[in-house]
């Protein structure tokens, strides 16, 4: 027996309100009653999709009711999104790309540097707004190092900016080869040897722009090796600056109980030698003697202030020669200058400075000389060298033979300025015109020099390091 067609029935909501309508089922087609478009469960060229009474805009990976594919950002969380919020900014839990945000997220308000966020370990989800910055601080340990990265690809240009415990930006960072963006100490040297205190990290669009969302991480690290180190700022060559080092000259006394902490006049010190390209770093020096003026040249004069011979002076530590006295005088350079210590009295004036050496044999050597401006020198009370050009300080450009004797010898020069600067370069050359660099020094006319934290006057301050050694 033949039956009837099977009669369905379906409800349809109108402009005008609820309709009913009934007919027969088909296959493929859309129930006879349902106006076309949208909803009809028929693809029309302007839709992406149409699943009839099956669109939705709550069920997940179904055709929305606009008749569009199901997106990140429609409030629904497809079997291809982490989550789904509707918005399109993350630092909420769920960022832009429907990716769930797993871990602590920024808090408002934190846009100044003074006022940022306490850093949530191990890393914190934000977004910026045009014109936003978040801020977040840091307890830094001392002499450490501080790294922060928004890691991966993104497509927001992220600028970093780290500042100090007084608020000033040090250091900042930008996009890498393999970071959105990253503060490197490998890169930013005021990231590295930091002091102890809260740093903070700020986080801002290039510009202002707006930042949909980001992660980001941050690392305070006390291992700072390999980094390097700006000149001067390591004299004991340990690898820590100075403000990292508790020895900061190495000469095996601390800082806080050295009597001279940036000069090595402790125990585990080496006696001081020309190893230095044969320069002579290590003298003592007097002065300065001024309103003297030069009758050739720049020659100095022939005036006698150490105790009316200057060739055959042997001064030590703290001696008084009219009122001045004899000091330590230490370069960190090859090149010594006078004028931190003596440049108080103007132009022209004249200082000396006396130096014992200790050679293990007689050698026949070429004295080599480079003085800002003239200069006279002396070898164990022989003169051996006048200079009388006015010129600025230069490396072995005054040559003229010299022997030292086997054992101690004591070397005095005096160094003329008539203005501009004043210091010179001193050392001696072998026959073949190299650098002898193996002669042991000495401050002491007695022998070897061993200041050992030596203080004359008691006043605290080494000898090494002390203007007025004998008070």
Not at 263 to 280: K, L, S
């Amino acid at each position: 027996m033949r039956r009837p067609p099977l009669t369905i029935c379906w409800l349809v909501l109108l402009p005008l309100g609820w309709v009913v309508g009934c007919g027969a089922g088909s296959s493929g087609t859309a129930p006879a009653s349902l106006p076309p478009g949208c909803g009809d469960a028929v693809v029309d060229a302007d839709e992406e999709c149409d699943a009839g009474l099956s669109n939705s805009n709550t069920v997940a990976d179904a055709c929305r009711k606009d008749c569009r594919l199901p997106e990140c950002g429609d409030g629904v969380a497809d079997k291809d999104e982490g989550c789904d919020d509707g918005n399109m900014w993350g630092g909420d839990g769920c960022t832009e790309l429907c990716l769930v945000e797993d871990g602590p997220l920024e808090e408002e308000p934190n846009n100044y540097w003074d006022a940022g966020q306490v850093w949530p370990e191990p890393l914190v989800h934000g977004s910026l707004p045009a014109g936003d910055v978040d801020c977040f601080s840091i307890d830094a340990l001392e002499c450490s190092s501080i790294t922060a990265e928004v890691p991966g690809d993104c497509p927001h240009n992220i600028v970093l900016g780290l500042h100090g415990p007084d608020g000033v930006k040090v250091a900042a960072g930008s996009a890498t080869a393999d970071s959105c963006s990253k503060l490197d100490p490998e890169i930013a040297p005021g990231a590295r040897f930091v002091s102890a205190g809260t740093w903070s990290v700020c986080v801002e669009g290039l510009l202002g722009m707006p930042v949909a969302s980001y992660a980001l991480t941050i690392a305070n690290d006390t291992d700072n090796t390999g980094f390097d180190i700006p000149s001067g700022e390591d004299p004991d060559g340990d690898g820590l600056p100075n403000q990292c080092d508790p020895d900061s000259d190495g000469d095996g006394v601390l800082n806080e109980v050295d009597n001279c902490p940036d000069v090595a006049n402790g125990p585990d010190m080496d006696p001081p030698d020309t190893r230095n390209d044969g320069f002579i770093r290590h003298w003592l020096t007097l002065g300065p003697f001024f309103g003297n003026g030069s009758p050739d040249g720049c020659l100095p004069t022939a005036t006698n202030f150490l105790d009316g011979d200057d060739a055959n002076a042997t001064p030590a530590v703290g001696d008084d020669v009219n009122g001045l006295s004899w000091i330590v005088h230490i370069s960190g350079a090859d090149r010594i200058d006078f004028k931190p210590a003596y440049a108080y009295e103007g132009a022209p004036r004249e200082a000396y400075a006396t130096v014992y050496i200790n050679s293990s044999t007689q050698q026949d050597l070429t004295f080599a000389h480079g003085p800002d401006d003239g200069s006279r020198a002396w070898l164990n009370g022989t003169s051996i060298q006048t200079v009388n050009g006015c010129q600025g300080t230069d490396i072995d450009r005054f040559q003229d033979p010299a022997t030292l004797l086997a054992g101690w010898n004591r070397l005095t020069i005096k160094v003329h300025d008539a203005g501009g600067g004043w210091g010179t370069y001193v050392r001696f050359l072998d026959a073949q015109g190299a650098p002898v660099t193996d002669l042991e020094l000495s401050l002491d006319p007695n022998g070897a020099w061993n200041p050992n934290q030596a203080d004359l006057d008691g006043d605290g301050i080494g000898d090494a390091c002390d203007d007025t050694p004998a008070g």
